[in-house]
């Protein structure tokens, strides 16, 4: 798989359910982000973790990072219907490479 | 909040036609990117600008493609001679620096060359 892949590519829960969506990278990482895409609009930064840390939370969001499997999750507990959105790890490589590469992304349906 | 802003929302050209896309980025913001998403596809990166000059690029940044940063407030993409192909999603960032902080997007230029 290519650098910064999600899984699973679509998801479907019913509001207020949590959603868990998965990243995979193949190199050495600086820092992994996730960021949130709505249909047709910009990408918003969700979330950085630094790869010497192992868990972040930020309000519903919960992030973990084990350097070791080079994985990544993004939990999104007690979900909403406005959560509904494409969600898109990137990974900022180890080193002067500035260039954050992002994955395919997962789309999360949240019905209410 | 501050916010990335780039303008025009939607670009439909010709095809051969030169194009120029236009962001302002924050203000206090050292580092600044193009980004582009085709239809369906994954965000790609294009370039990034740092202290007044390319710091890096991707292959697809060839030699149609160029950047400015004309007067310390905006950041253009231009794209000379376009191609059907190069219609897509094209978003400008911007961070206070390379690792500390995530990127700041814009809500992209929609290009389609036809």
């Known amino acids: 798989s290519q650098q910064g892949e999600e899984d699973p590519q679509a998801l479907s829960i019913q509001e207020g359910e949590n959603a868990t969506m998965n990243c995979s990278y193949k190199?050495?990482?600086?820092?992994l982000q996730w960021y949130r895409q709505n249909s047709g609009r910009g990408l918003v930064h969700l979330i950085l973790i630094r790869s010497n840390e192992r868990e972040k939370h930020s309000g519903r969001l919960r992030v973990t990072l084990d350097t070791s499997k080079k994985s990544s999750s993004l939990l999104i507990t007690a979900s909403r219907a406005a959560d509904t959105a494409s969600y898109f790890c990137a990974t900022l490589p180890a080193g002067s490479a500035r260039q954050l590469t992002f994955g395919s992304g997962t789309q999360l349906t949240v019905l209410p | 909040e501050p916010e990335v802003t780039q303008t025009p929302s939607h670009q439909v050209t010709q095809m051969g036609q030169e194009v120029i896309l236009r962001c302002v980025p924050i203000?206090?913001?050292?580092?600044f990117y193009w980004y582009r998403q085709i239809l369906g596809q994954k965000v790609e990166f294009l370039v990034s600008?740092?202290?007044?000059?390319?710091?890096?690029k991707s292959e697809i940044f060839d030699d149609q493609f160029s950047v400015e940063r004309p007067d310390g407030s905006n950041f253009t993409l231009k794209i000379r001679s376009t191609k059907l192909e190069d219609s897509a999603m094209y978003f400008c960032?911007?961070?206070?620096?390379?690792?500390?902080?995530?990127?700041?997007f814009g809500s992209g230029t929609r290009l389609t060359v036809v």
């Open positions: 203000s206090n913001h050292l580092y």
């Open positions: 600008f740092y202290n007044n000059e390319i710091s890096e």
């Open positions: 190199t050495s990482i600086n820092n």
């Open positions: 960032a911007s961070s206070e620096a390379r690792t500390t902080y995530g990127y700041t």
